[in-house]
């Protein structure tokens, strides 16, 4: 059965992309002149996400939080990294970022050239001087109040459990000074899980946003640190949910 549902949904997403992409493309291109950040292609990108999200039947989601994300910004969103699918479930949320993807992801047919219409940042993880230019260019979005979204991971788990968070994204907080939004997600890597192909059916996917927290609310501007932190009280609320279940 699972094997029947996950065809369905891979031809639902060729479906969409055959739809949508140019229409996607053709809106790029009439808006290119004046829309240099590349705002109206983002949001066409969500809005597809979030209707995907929805007619996909394999899941249920649930999502609370997300009206915390709402004000003027910026901020540098954050979350844990269960599955491929958790690009599209954020995406879903339908709010303002610019994502920060590994470069190995431009050379995807489609989804990179998703990335460079709607000019997310990109880095080669084991190159020292890609990360030193993403993290300028992150800090130059957020300076021009564009919020930046990233996994502090760096990968997907392979066990569902929250790993070692990088401290990019925190030391980005720190530079830019804004706040910090994580976004906690459990259940995607039991319906995609790293590697897979398969989907499997009758997982609960929930997704929280929680409030913005300045970076130097924890009294410390030592990006190690709060990543740390950041990382204890994700695994926390994550066990939290669990308990709830059990």
């Not at 997403?13 to 493309?25: A, E, K, Q, S």
């Not at 844990?80 to 993807?101: A, E, F, G, P, R």
């Not at 990335?115 to 979005?141: F, H, I």
């Not at 990233?150 to 392979?158: I, K, L």
């Amino acid at each position: 059965m699972d094997f029947f549902k996950s065809l369905f949904v891979w031809l639902t997403g060729v479906f969409f992309i055959i739809l949508f992409f140019p229409l996607t493309f053709l809106v790029w291109l009439v808006t290119l002149p004046a829309d240099r950040n590349r705002i109206i292609t983002h949001r066409i990108l969500t809005w597809q996400s979030r209707l995907l999200a929805r007619i996909v039947p394999i899941w249920k989601i649930n999502v609370r939080g997300r009206e915390k994300a709402n004000g003027k910004g910026p901020y540098v969103f954050i979350s844990n990294h269960q599955s491929i699918l958790d690009i599209l479930l954020i995406n879903s949320l339908c709010l303002n970022y610019k994502w920060v993807s590994k470069i190995e992801n431009m050379n995807v047919p489609f989804l990179g050239w998703y990335l460079r219409m709607a000019d997310y940042l990109t880095v080669d993880r084991g190159n020292k001087e890609s990360k030193e230019l993403m993290m300028d260019k992150a800090l130059g979005c957020l300076k021009k109040g564009i919020s930046v979204m990233m996994f502090p991971e760096g990968t997907r788990s392979v066990d569902r459990e929250i790993g070692f968070f990088k401290r990019g994204a925190f030391q980005l907080a720190i530079d830019a000074g804004v706040p910090i939004i994580p976004i906690l997600l459990d259940g995607s890597g039991g319906v995609l899980p790293k590697h897979g192909l398969i989907f499997s059916t009758g997982h609960k996917v929930r997704m929280e946003v929680f409030d913005p927290v300045a970076p130097d609310s924890f009294g410390t501007d030592n990006p190690d640190i709060l990543s740390v932190k950041f990382s204890n009280f994700m695994k926390e609320r994550l066990a939290g949910w669990r308990t709830e279940k059990s």
